[in-house]
């Protein structure tokens, strides 16, 4: 355990259905981050949460939709996904600032879209 | 952020010291280097980081040259569980847009 755990680990949806990745840390840290990673890609940067305010989101197409409730919580909404979605979605958190120390990852959901 | 350069793939013979080339040429002077490593499947794990001075902790030790413009991180003791793709990143410490390709140690009995 990193102390990131994201839930599913697992996911395979339907191009019409609707879901959530869920991501949780009790790390105190300031930051979050949605990350994807394609099979044979590098990680690459989708959305960032600093103190609970998007900052970035890297033009990320509209059916990826992150919520940050708190600190602590993060979502990334699912709908209508194409089959080239199909990836590892990695959730990550740090304590926030220049210099700061390393993201802490999680796990990761493993999406599959059929 | 700057841009870093690292080999494709490395192998190294287990108890031997692992050397892991990065090059950042372009770095400028609030950039941070940034070490972490990805075994297959799992989200990458943060190693370590440093600004000028060579940094230590027990998992590895990172040398920066002392104009900056490259690093290597040493696993002094690399074991078969150390196999996995290495990133190198310079970043100011807020946010990292991509990891990049990395380095694929294999360590080989």
């Known amino acids: 355990e990193t102390g990131v755990t994201q839930t599913p680990r697992h996911l395979v949806m339907g191009m019409t259905n609707k879901k959530s990745l869920k991501c949780e840390q009790h790390?105190?840290?300031?930051?979050m981050y949605w990350y994807k990673q394609s099979a044979k890609k590098p990680l690459e940067l989708m959305f960032v949460?600093?103190?609970?305010?998007?900052?970035e989101n890297n033009s990320v197409p509209s059916r990826f939709s992150p919520e940050c409730p708190n600190s602590s919580h993060l979502f990334l909404h699912l709908h209508t996904l194409q089959p080239e979605d199909s990836a590892l979605y990695l959730c990550?958190?740090?304590?926030?600032?220049?210099?700061?120390?390393?993201?802490?990852f999680g796990s990761g959901t493993r999406l599959t879209v059929v | 952020d700057a841009k870093t350069t690292q080999p494709t793939s490395m192998d190294c013979a287990e108890g031997r010291a692992a050397n892991l080339p990065c090059n950042h040429s372009?770095?400028?002077?609030?950039?941070?280097v940034y070490w972490y490593r990805q075994i297959h499947s799992q989200g990458p794990q943060y190693i370590i980081h440093?600004?000028?001075n060579n940094e230590t902790n027990e998992m590895a030790s990172l040398i920066i040259t002392e104009d900056r413009k490259s690093s290597t991180l040493i696993l002094p003791h690399a074991t078969l569980r150390d196999t996995a793709v290495y990133y190198c990143?310079?970043?100011?410490?807020?946010?990292?847009?991509?990891f990049g390709r990395g380095t694929s140690l294999i360590v080989h009995p």
């Open positions: 372009t770095i400028s002077g609030n950039e941070y």
């Open positions: 949460y600093s103190l609970e305010e998007r900052v």
């Open positions: 440093g600004l000028k």
């Open positions: 790390l105190g840290h300031n930051a």
């Open positions: 990143i310079v970043s100011r410490g807020s946010y990292i847009p991509t």
């Open positions: 990550a958190s740090s304590p926030g600032g220049q210099g700061a120390s390393g993201y802490t």
